[in-house]
DNA sequence: CGGCAAACCTGCGAGC
DNA sequence: TGCTCGCAGGTTTGCC
């Protein structure tokens, strides 16, 4: 399900539901996700006050009032959902529900198993393994043209790769690197080392573009993503190339091609040859 | 070191 | 109807 804008639509969902909130009981229904649970992972949780709930790249981080977080990651197909916890039994795929003093349960719920779930102790965050190496927030101001450059200068693989590269940027997946490519006009195919100055200071605010706009549309609704609130997101209605194979464009005047679908290191690139070189 | 393919796991839609 | 195949928004691992 998630990149950046899909988290981010997450966590603004949680935070209404979480900060402020004492989390009265913790329940984990199997033994690990991609990753196991921490040790007495539930009893760490229960009673502790959420202070905030925030997002790293695709992690959400929720703080606790004894100062340690928890860090959470949707793999392809985890959803946060709220309920008011007297919704019957939880389904086979609800791997963590945490009951808060408001009477709201919120589920962590994940067919694919590939999120996990774990703790930071207090003062670990920032040097946690999971966010050590991750590049800059690509909405935030140190995301410059000149910081991306220095990035991929050197790096002899596609911009497509690198830009899915979380050391990089942080946040991209899929999706969104096919749309910030289109929009820049850069074909996905160059080398990141190919990019020129002028590149990255188109590259740079196509990709801010692209995630404000999907993050303003709740995220991108295909199969997985749902908001907490059980809202889909609309983006994917914007979409100028992703899984338009074989159409035209937005505002494309080229009488032949259209959309083309290529393979990438394994993953499905959408561009248009005419007007991404 | 760098880059690619495979692996992790389940569900769903298409095609037979 | 029911089976098999291919595919899916992420990340890590191992191999070349």
Request: hydrophobic share 40%; aromatic share 4%.
């Amino acid at each position: 399900m998630p990149e950046l804008p899909e988290v981010e639509t997450v966590r603004r969902g949680l935070a209404l539901a979480l900060e402020g909130r004492k989390l009265v009981r913790v329940e984990t229904r199997r033994a690990d996700l991609r990753v196991p649970f921490p040790p007495r992972f539930a009893e760490r949780l229960t009673g502790r006050r959420v202070d905030d709930v925030g997002r790293r790249a695709k992690y959400l981080t929720i703080a606790l009032d004894d100062g340690a977080t928890v860090l959470a990651h949707l793999g392809m197909s985890g959803r946060m959902l709220i309920g008011n916890g007297s919704a019957g039994p939880p389904g086979r795929h609800d791997h963590v529900l945490l009951h808060t003093d408001a009477g709201l349960c919120v589920t962590f719920c994940d067919p694919r198993r590939f999120g996990l779930m774990v703790l930071a102790e207090p003062g670990g965050l920032a040097e946690h393994p999971l966010l050590r190496g991750l590049g800059p927030e690509p909405l935030d101001e140190d995301f410059t043209p000149a910081v991306l450059g220095t990035a991929l200068a050197g790096r002899r693989t596609p911009i497509k790769a690198a830009l899915l590269d979380q050391r990089m940027v942080a946040g991209l997946g899929n999706i969104y690197v096919s749309e910030a490519l289109f929009h820049a006009g850069i074909s996905p195919l160059r080398s990141a080392a190919s990019l020129s100055r002028s590149d990255a200071e188109r590259l740079v605010p196509a990709i801010r573009k692209v995630l404000t706009e999907a993050i303003a549309a709740g995220g991108s609704s295909l199969r997985d993503h749902v908001r907490p609130s059980g809202e889909l997101g609309h983006f994917q209605n914007s979409f100028a190339v992703y899984g338009r194979q074989g159409e035209k464009c937005p505002g494309c005047t080229c009488a032949t091609g259209g959309v083309l679908r290529i393979a990438q290191a394994g993953r499905s690139t959408f561009y248009c040859a005419k007007r991404q070189r």
